[in-house]
């Protein structure tokens, strides 16, 4: 079962709610600077460091049924809700919530941050401050409650639900509702929220998994996608944080890419990527499927660094800001691609905010693309730490452009005689020679 995972992840978000705690106190700590990760050596030096921690005894301390899973849940929301709130993303086949547990410093409010996720139990049968403060973390600890139940690897319908996604070759059907109700629940929710990563946990090895999981030819060969560099970086930060995953011996550094490893088709991991422009990795966390209940705090020590180091990850790397139009200063909804990399990052929906995630120590040319306005694109060296870009774009002087202005003049006009009615004519400014 899988269901250790899930309580990884409420672990995690006691740890969090502890991390806060210390440090509004003023406490801010970073990995030292001769941490060794891989190609990324020294990297990960901005991001947390080990520090020992003691789960307290109101945190599971062995395995839950669905329903403790659920209590566990909304205590963590009662304990700990100025900065959480608690929410379903739908149901499964037999009708249990697919409760998710948000952490912010402002939960359930759109802001110009970027957005995570964590995923557990996809598979039934395979049981901090700067965080609150400048990413929104959402937790799902179970996606396949029934599977557990069951004691099974699919759900009530004994469908694998890492095999129940579109697929980039083999699209048997694109179309949500053909999906089951776990996979449907999932799609919508990544629509709903504008998430910039994620990882799903897993168990049966021990190695951090990114894509891509299949090839076209259905062979297993290492087969990157676009971002594949960024990948690596990301399960290298992964790997090297956690307590002995990057010593493998099966799997160079503690990573591998899912083609090269065994091709999976229709997985949850691709379809984030290529349709929600989300980075998300596959975390196998043990060896174990189904380790003992004394083992799950050991368990937790050895991931809990890599679990918080991924997540702090969005905010010291890769490139982040807004796109604003020249003549109104306003956000204009767009997308960000970088030369080279067949892949484009929309902004979000309110804000306009960009998250681009890049592997540092390297040269990009990023551009920022709005339609009806001149593109804009700017070389950047991407140092260690994360780089703040904001794009300000011209309209064009094109039929296209013309009309987006006037309708926005419009827009404009028509709020500002909204305006008028409310309180009344402006009164001229008589000035005075007396």
């Given amino acids: 079962m899988e269901l250790p995972f899930s309580l990884l992840l409420l672990f995690l978000s006691f740890s969090t709610c502890l991390h806060l705690s210390h440090a509004r106190g003023g406490q801010r700590s970073s990995l030292p600077s001769g941490f060794e990760n891989g190609g990324y050596a020294g990297?990960?030096?901005?991001?947390?460091?080990?520090?020992?921690?003691?789960?307290?005894?109101?945190?599971?301390?062995?395995?839950?049924?669905?329903?403790?899973?659920?209590?566990?849940v909304k205590a963590f929301g009662r304990r700990c809700s100025n900065i959480s709130r608690i929410y379903s993303i739908g149901k499964s086949v037999n009708g249990i919530p697919l409760w998710v547990i948000e952490i912010s410093d402002k939960p359930g409010e759109q802001e110009a941050e970027p957005a995570f996720k964590y995923i557990g139990n996809v598979h039934g049968d395979e049981p901090a401050a700067s965080i609150v403060e400048n990413v929104h973390l959402h937790i799902l600890p179970s996606m396949n409650p029934d599977g557990f139940s069951l004691r099974r690897r699919g759900n009530a319908n004994n469908v694998d639900l890492n095999r129940d996604f579109p697929d980039q070759f083999f699209p048997l059907n694109d179309d949500v509702d053909m999906r089951q109700p776990e996979t449907r629940a999932i799609m919508n929710w990544l629509r709903d929220i504008h998430f910039t990563a994620s990882a799903s946990l897993h168990g049966g090895?021990?190695?951090?998994?990114?894509?891509w999981d299949g090839t076209e030819d259905k062979r297993t060969n290492y087969f990157g996608c676009p971002d594949d560099e960024t990948f690596r970086f990301m399960a290298s930060i992964y790997s090297h944080s956690h307590y002995n995953m990057s010593s493998s011996k099966e799997f160079q550094g503690g990573i591998t890419n899912g083609a090269s490893w065994y091709p999976i088709y229709g997985g949850?991991?691709?379809?984030?990527?290529?349709?929600?422009?989300?980075?998300?990795?596959?975390?196998?966390?043990?060896?174990?499927?189904?380790?003992?209940a004394n083992e799950l705090p050991t368990?937790?020590?050895?991931?809990?660094?890599?679990?918080?180091?991924?997540?702090?990850?969005?905010?010291?790397?890769?490139?982040?800001?807004?796109?604003?139009?020249?003549?109104?200063?306003?956000?204009?909804?767009?997308?960000?691609?970088?030369?080279?990399?067949?892949?484009?990052?929309?902004?979000?929906?309110?804000?306009?905010?960009?998250?681009?995630?890049?592997?540092?120590?390297?040269?990009?040319?990023?551009?920022?693309t709005v339609p009806g306005y001149k593109s804009r694109s700017t070389g950047i060296w991407l140092e260690e730490a994360a780089m703040t870009l904001d794009f300000v774009l011209d309209p064009e002087v094109t039929l296209k452009g013309f009309l987006c202005f006037l309708f926005r003049r419009r827009i404009k006009n028509n709020n500002l005689s909204k305006h008028r009615q409310l309180v009344g004519p402006k009164r001229p400014v008589v000035v005075s020679n007396a």
Wanted: proline share 3%; charged share 20%.
């Fill in 43 to 72: 990297s990960t030096r901005h991001l947390f460091k080990e520090s020992r921690s003691h789960i307290g005894n109101d945190v599971a301390r062995g395995y839950m049924t669905n329903s403790d899973l659920e209590k566990a």
């Fill in 268 to 292: 949850m991991q691709d379809w984030n990527y290529i349709h929600g422009g989300c980075f998300e990795l596959t975390l196998e966390i043990s060896d174990n499927k189904w380790p003992s």
């Fill in 205 to 211: 090895a021990l190695v951090a998994n990114y894509p």
């Fill in 299 to 368: 368990l937790w020590e050895y991931n809990k660094m890599s679990m918080l180091n991924l997540v702090a990850s969005l905010l010291k790397t890769g490139v982040h800001g807004r796109i604003f139009s020249s003549d109104t200063g306003r956000p204009v909804l767009g997308s960000i691609t970088v030369k080279g990399i067949n892949h484009t990052v929309k902004a979000g929906r309110t804000f306009a905010d960009y998250h681009r995630l890049l592997a540092p120590g390297g040269r990009y040319e990023v551009m920022a």
